[in-house]
């Protein structure tokens, strides 16, 4: 019986079997932070993909949540912190160009999209660099939450021509890092999205900061990735481990190259070390390790 519920189980489960199916690198896996094993994030999409399984997930509260996001600033030498470090340095070598401006998106809803998004921004910024972070997410927007900043105004204010990028480009308490909000609630997202306002924007932010990061809604769901993609240098995949099935994996690379999108990587997130491995050891042991540093951090300051 549990050979035949394995073997009945199409969920992705390691970094190796997502690589083969994609056919492309996977540029970092983050190890799942969360003891309940629920979603990343508190919202989903009411539709498309994500609602067919919508029953299946359980959904974090608000404290569970925040402990992935942000947290390269709150837990610098957690595993996690380490994991998106690598993703930073990973995502530098993807291509053999300079990468200006990169989406993230994930096939569903809850993979962890938008913590990559905002972690990827702090961990670029605190190499030096002037960093923009865009919510592209023009139907359920959530970085003016973590980033505790009003949404009031934003990247809708500017494709409808009613103001200018300096007047909805705000500060964050990350030195380096800027946000470009989504906005208030548009009635034509994608119409939007494709207009010559949106290429007219991220030209004159290319010129003005060191790297671009634009958080978009579900490639699955809804066309808005696949268009913004097509602007940029490329788009980074986020998976959930042992959530996602292999032909969703597929379907949304698929999509993805057929509007001849360039995609950088994957990455898996929540993923389990005891379920791992080898990989799992390696993950398991840099937590030690680092803990075992602060423990000696502290006891030196004392």
């Avoid at 099935?245 to 389990?272: H, P, S, T």
Wanted: glycine share 8%; proline share 4%.
């Amino acid at each position: 019986l549990i050979l035949l519920v394995h073997f009945l189980d199409r969920t992705v489960k390691t970094a190796d079997e997502l690589e083969r199916l994609l056919e492309l690198p996977v540029l970092a896996v983050i190890p799942d932070i969360s003891e309940s094993g629920g979603a990343y994030g508190s919202y989903g999409y009411g539709y498309g993909y994500g609602a067919r399984r919508k029953s299946r997930r359980k959904v974090l509260d608000e404290e569970t949540s925040r402990q992935i996001e942000l947290i390269p600033e709150t837990r610098p030498r957690h595993s996690v912190s380490e994991a998106y470090r690598s993703l930073r340095t990973a995502l530098s070598l993807s291509s053999t160009h300079e990468l200006r401006a990169v989406a993230v998106t994930s096939a569903e809803a809850s993979e962890g999209k938008t913590a990559t998004a905002v972690n990827l921004g702090i961990v670029m910024a605190q190499l030096g660099r002037t960093v923009l972070l865009i919510d592209g997410d023009l139907r359920k927007p959530r970085l003016h939450k973590i980033l505790e900043v009003s949404n009031r105004s934003g990247l809708v204010n500017y494709l409808t021509g009613g103001m200018e990028v300096d007047e909805i480009v705000l500060d964050t308490k990350f030195q380096g890092m800027s946000f470009l909000p989504a906005g208030p609630h548009p009635p034509n997202p994608s119409e939007l999205l494709a207009s010559d306002r949106m290429k007219e924007i991220l030209g004159q932010v290319r010129q003005r900061y060191d790297f671009v990061i634009v958080d978009t809604p579900p490639a699955l769901a809804v066309t808005d990735a696949s268009i913004m993609a097509s602007y940029l240098d490329g788009v980074v995949l986020c998976f959930r481990a042992n959530t996602i099935l292999r032909e969703d994996v597929r379907a949304c690379r698929n999509r993805l190259w057929l509007n001849e999108v360039k995609i950088l990587g994957a990455v898996l997130n929540r993923y389990q070390p005891q379920r791992g491995g080898g990989q799992g050891r390696r993950y398991m042991y840099y937590e030690a390790y680092a803990e075992a540093l602060e423990d000696d951090v502290s006891s030196s300051a004392a």
